[in-house]
């Protein structure tokens, strides 16, 4: 318990995470590694989720994730974020788009797989300022940091439910196939805004990891069986469906 929270106050200190985001994310690992004397495998702790409960979890995420990206196209153009970098912005863009592809795909799978893709909504105006504390799309250093952390999560999120559509067998396949396709991608968008972070406005953080305590959610926990150590910066974390709630559910209210 001691190192958890031990990491997750220096992912705070070294990242600069906002007092919400932060207190969010140490209350988070605190409670888990409770929950974890004697430690189990966090996959273990979790509900098994059917392959279409992934798809519905994934895409709210991504639904959320685009339409982040849609405000900041609107700040970009007559608001907070117009002094971005033009680089920046193609990014911006082309990162959105991906997210608009997935929501698109993801829907087609709930439908394949009898679900309702019009029934996972998020709030209208999500809480956006949780992450921060403030408004991300008032300043383009905000924003960027802001979209570190959702696209951190995002990739976290995907590995995390790996052990569930592999438990599904041939019924988790098809969907197995398509998470890592966007896993990939949602990797490649941490490391673009890590790097656009890093080049325009002088942030101590590199596209690559450093450290371990710059993983989000690094699976270091005591007693663990597994063969992989997590404490090393070659390897990143995965996030389960719980513990990424726990850091979205803020955002995922009215604002």
């Given at each position: 318990m001691k190192t958890l929270f031990s990491l997750a106050g220096q992912l705070v200190a070294s990242l600069g995470l906002a007092a919400t985001w932060g207190r969010m994310l140490i209350l988070s690992l605190l409670v888990l590694s409770l929950l974890t004397i004697p430690a189990t495998p966090a996959s273990a702790q979790e509900a098994t989720l059917t392959p279409k409960e992934v798809v519905e979890y994934a895409l709210t995420l991504e639904k959320l994730e685009a339409d982040m990206y849609s405000r900041a196209f609107i700040a970009i153009k007559s608001g907070g974020l117009m002094?971005?970098?033009?680089?920046?912005?193609?990014?911006?863009?082309?990162?959105?788009?991906?997210?608009?592809?997935?929501?698109?795909?993801?829907?087609?799978?709930?439908k394949s797989l009898g679900g309702d893709p019009d029934a996972i909504a998020i709030p209208k105006n999500p809480n956006y300022d949780a992450i921060l504390n403030?408004?991300?799309?008032?300043?383009?250093?905000?924003?960027?940091?802001?979209?570190?952390?959702?696209?951190?999560?995002?990739?976290?999120?995907?590995?995390?439910?790996?052990?569930?559509?592999?438990?599904?067998?041939?019924a988790g396949k098809v969907v197995l196939a398509g998470a890592l396709e966007i896993h990939t991608i949602e990797a490649r968008h941490a490391a673009g805004v890590r790097y656009l972070r890093q080049t325009y406005y002088g942030a101590d953080v590199r596209p690559w990891v450093r450290d371990a305590s710059e993983v989000l959610f690094n699976k270091n926990r005591e007693g663990s069986n597994s063969p992989i150590p997590f404490s090393n910066e070659a390897f990143d974390g995965f996030a389960t469906r719980d513990e990424v709630i726990a850091l979205v559910g803020p955002i995922l209210t009215e604002k």
């Open positions: 002094s971005l970098p033009e680089p920046a912005k193609k990014a911006i863009k082309s990162y959105g788009q991906d997210e608009g592809m997935h929501v698109t795909d993801l829907s087609a799978v709930l403030r408004d991300p799309f008032n300043n383009p250093e905000d924003f960027l940091l802001a979209l570190q952390y959702v696209e951190d999560t995002g990739v976290a999120a995907y590995k995390g439910q790996v052990q569930n559509l592999l438990a599904a067998g041939d």
